[in-house]
């Protein structure tokens, strides 16, 4: 069992639409990321969490730290939005960093 | 702050050829990482660096595989020989030292093995 979960593993909605990725993790972490990779791109950072909730724009990112839980919404999604999206949760100890296996999210004009 | 910077960006060579990846982290960023993704997958640790020491390379193939990071600065990553199997992207990644610190990545080195 990988120590971070993604789902969906695939993704497709209609330009506008409401979009969330989850994510669960079963180690005892300092932080969560969520990354963003583009085709043929590197890996952007999108947030890092500890608790609580971040906003940046159209995203919005949520961590429940009793649950190992957290999720990434896109409000208002766009075609530019379409990429693979990448929850990493940070060790509490030894700066390692176990990754989930992505979302790969397809926003339809 | 210039990021995190890799090359080649692209590698193609036939199997059981050697091939190195290079890698410059952020300015003061005391650990760094080496990853293997393969297409469709998340990224899979190679190896980890705190400054010049070696923190983790559990998963690193040693029969083939070898990095270092002398002068705990830059990085190289080879791999002698090359397998079919080993065609993947290549991501270095920095992060600073502390527990909240962010994790930068290169724009990765894509290696196909014919």
């Known amino acids: 069992k990988n120590e971070v979960e993604q789902s969906p593993q695939n993704l497709t909605a209609q330009e506008g639409e409401f979009i969330t990725i989850n994510c669960s993790y079963s180690?005892?972490?300092?932080?969560l990321h969520w990354l963003q990779q583009h085709p043929g791109g590197g890996i952007v950072s999108l947030f890092m969490?500890?608790?609580g909730k971040k906003k940046h724009g159209r995203l919005i990112a949520t961590i429940n730290i009793q649950e190992k839980h957290s999720s990434l919404h896109i409000t208002a999604s766009h075609p530019r939005d379409s990429a693979v999206y990448i929850c990493?949760?940070?060790?509490?100890?030894?700066?390692?960093?176990?990754f989930g296996t992505g979302t790969s999210l397809t926003v339809i004009p | 702050e210039a990021g995190v910077a890799q090359s080649p960006r692209y590698k193609i060579i036939e199997k059981r050829q050697s091939v190195a990846f290079w890698c410059n982290p952020i300015?003061?960023?005391?650990?760094l990482y080496w990853y293997q993704q393969i297409l469709g997958q998340g990224p899979k640790l190679l190896i980890q660096?705190?400054?010049?020491?070696?923190?983790?390379d559990s998963q690193l193939p040693k029969d083939r595989f070898s990095a270092e990071r002398l002068k705990g600065v830059d990085s190289t990553l080879k791999i002698q020989p090359a397998k079919l199997e080993d065609s993947a992207v290549y991501l270095c990644?920095?992060?600073?030292?502390?527990?909240?610190?962010?994790?930068?990545f290169g724009e990765g080195s894509r290696l196909t093995v014919l």
């Open positions: 969490l500890s608790s």
């Open positions: 180690v005892g972490i300092s932080a």
């Open positions: 660096f705190q400054n010049n020491g070696v923190v983790d």
């Open positions: 990493a949760a940070r060790r509490g100890t030894g700066n390692q960093f176990y």
């Open positions: 300015s003061g960023h005391a650990t």
């Open positions: 990644a920095s992060s600073p030292l502390r527990s909240t610190g962010e994790l930068f």
